[in-house]
């Protein structure tokens, strides 16, 4: 109760409305989250600095929309996540890179098909419908919504997954290209009630639930060390938290073969409370800023001995929906 406290009176507005809208299942249409809402490119300073990185019109962007990770593309995932409000119409010249680079023909055209099987890193895909849907920039009906639907859905492999691996012995789907499209396809499927998108992300669930999320078929050991490692943002890479917290949202977090990553994430809860960032994938160094991985926002660093709230609210998240914590509105004074 203390951490969940902390979490909603944070000083960033961002960590008290994710708090809200993924422990309490608050709506934007809830009076004090429209209170938390207003004015938040001043407010939080974790907003102004992202928004800061985006283009200001359809013609000019200051970055490769791709650029790690301050294009505009990434940006467009950190809002989504965090749970920035839908429908800024400032951010429609970002959508509008973000559609050109993403159907742009001559990007499709490389990629490459092998042993019947369509290579291609099916994560930027995943990242743009998903980003563009969860800010409601993306209407269902429009004709770049469909195409990256149905190309996500036309190209899944046999497995459930994606993967850009251009080995023509590559059989096997990769987690990091996987899980992202999966999360995509759900909101895809909620919004519209697609049975293609359905019976897609049916299948894409089995692909990490068989492997019970972390753990090879062959030996049941661990199939990377980094998988069981926490950290924020996730961006392209794989995490047992990032595939909870996708499973939770499609719905199958009561699978019994999510127990053993469950009981793995309850395991690292501080004694203090919260859960650590054990890892990160981003520098918030100036220098940085040439190169690729530069980070706009500093989102807590890696710290084993800290709570970091972002991935809190995650694990938090993700045990309620498993039925391993209870968090009622009613115990908190908010």
């Known amino acids: 109760m203390e951490i969940v406290q902390q979490l909603l009176t944070s000083e960033e507005p961002m960590i008290q409305l994710k708090t809200r809208l993924q422990l309490f299942d608050q709506t934007f249409e809830d009076v004090d989250i429209k209170q938390i ?39 467009l995932v950190d809002l989504a996540d965090i749970g920035y409000p839908p ?118 669930c089995e692909l990490f639930l068989k492997r019970k999320l972390y753990k090879s078929l062959g030996t049941g050991n661990n199939i990377s060390s980094t998988w069981t490692q926490l950290h924020y943002p996730p961006y392209w890479r794989y995490d047992i938290l990032f595939a909870l ?6 719905k199958k977090i009561k699978d019994n073969r999510c127990n053993d990553a469950l009981d793995l994430l309850e395991s690292k809860e501080l004694a203090s409370g919260g859960f650590p960032a054990e890892e990160k994938n981003y520098s918030i160094a100036p220098s940085a800023k040439k190169t690729t991985g530069f980070s706009p926002v500093d989102w807590g660093g890696k710290n084993i001995k800290k709570m970091n709230p972002w991935i809190t609210i995650d694990a938090l998240y993700v045990l309620k929906h498993a039925g391993r914590i209870d968090i009622n509105m009613s115990n908190y004074s908010i």
């Open 37 to 75: 809402c207003s004015d938040l490119k001043t407010k939080s300073s974790i907003i102004s600095n992202l928004v800061s990185y985006l283009p200001k019109s359809k013609e000019i962007t200051p970055y490769h929309v791709y650029k790690k990770w301050q294009g505009a593309h990434w940006i």
């Open 87 to 204: 429908g800024d119409i400032e951010l429609i010249p970002t959508k509008h890179h973000e559609l050109e680079w993403l159907l742009s023909i001559q990007r499709w055209n490389r990629k490459k098909t092998l042993e019947g099987r369509k290579r291609f890193c099916a994560s930027q895909e995943g990242n743009g419908l998903y980003s563009l849907l969860k800010l409601e920039l993306l209407d269902i009906n429009e004709d770049a919504c469909k195409q990256l639907s149905n190309r996500l859905i036309t190209y899944q492999w046999e497995d459930g997954g994606w993967n850009c691996d251009t080995r023509p012995k590559a059989i096997n789907s990769s987690y990091h290209e996987s899980l992202i499209p999966l999360r995509a396809l759900n909101l895809y499927f909620n919004r519209t009630g697609s049975v293609r998108a359905k019976t897609a992300v049916e299948k894409g």
């Open 245 to 250: 917290k996708v499973l939770a949202e499609s």
